[in-house]
């Protein structure tokens, strides 16, 4: 069973401060990797996607890809409250569908 | 630019009614396409999804149905509705002649069943 999994928190981080948000993925065969931000009563949107091992950074966010651990992460700098929103991460081996964690829920306080 | 629509954007119906989420994608060709379910506090959950014309994957077994008609229609239908049909539902487009492997969602269809 292909599984990714997510601290559903929430985690609360101060404004200014980096949030990380982490995931695992258990399918070894796995190939890209995607985080979406999620507001309540909102529908999914893509923040990034990463395929190599490493970093890879894009404005405030950078995604990190450790392919050896199966480990997945996502940094915020300088958060925002308007950050404060669910964090999806999801898997995917070629073109089969993705497969999503439950998400972390991340409250940045003012 | 790719855009992708669904409608309605809420809906409240029955018991046993009958339900038609319509999904249309516009800006690319031959695109995947997919139907999932996220119940409230929860996680989302795949429903459908199709590669193609008529080519639709089911991945969980339920009283909803999928159709693919056209090449960027998507169509998610149930003859009776039960309580536990009630969800927020998004409809997702990945592939085709423009993104490789991104996937994007549309803005979704709350369904209240009562």
């Known amino acids: 069973q292909k599984e990714v999994e997510q601290n559903s928190g929430p985690l609360s981080v101060p404004e200014g401060a980096i949030a990380s948000l982490n995931c695992t993925y258990s399918d070894r065969g796995s190939q890209s990797f995607f985080w979406y931000r999620q507001?309540?009563?909102k529908?999914?949107?893509l923040i990034m996607f990463i395929y190599s091992n490493g970093d890879k950074e894009d404005g405030r966010f950078t995604a990190q890809l450790n392919k050896a651990s199966q480990y997945v992460s996502l940094l915020i700098r300088d958060s925002q409250p308007s950050d404060s929103a669910t964090y999806l991460c999801a898997s995917r081996r070629g073109?089969?569908?993705l497969v999503f964690g439950k998400?972390?829920?991340l409250s940045v306080i003012a | 630019?790719?855009?992708i629509h669904q409608w309605p954007a809420t809906l409240v119906q029955p018991v046993g009614s009958p339900l038609s989420l319509e999904c249309t994608v516009e800006g690319t060709s031959n695109p995947n396409?997919?139907?999932y379910r996220q119940a409230a506090g929860r996680g989302l959950q795949l429903l459908f999804y199709s590669v193609g014309i008529g080519q639709i994957s089911s991945e969980v077994p339920q009283n909803l149905s999928a159709s693919r008609p056209q090449d960027r229609q998507f169509i998610l239908s149930s003859k009776k509705l039960l309580l536990s049909d009630s969800g927020?539902?998004?409809c997702a487009w990945s592939g085709g002649t423009v993104s490789y492997n991104e996937q994007f969602f549309g803005p979704g269809t709350r369904l209240t069943v009562l």
């Open chain 1, 39 to 41: 507001y309540s009563g």
């Open chain 1, 43 to 45: 529908s999914p949107e």
């Open chain 1, 95 to 97: 073109n089969t569908p």
């Open chain 1, 103 to 105: 998400g972390t829920r």
């Open chain 2, 1 to 3: 630019s790719q855009t």
């Open chain 2, 33 to 35: 396409l997919y139907w």
């Open chain 2, 88 to 90: 927020f539902y998004l």
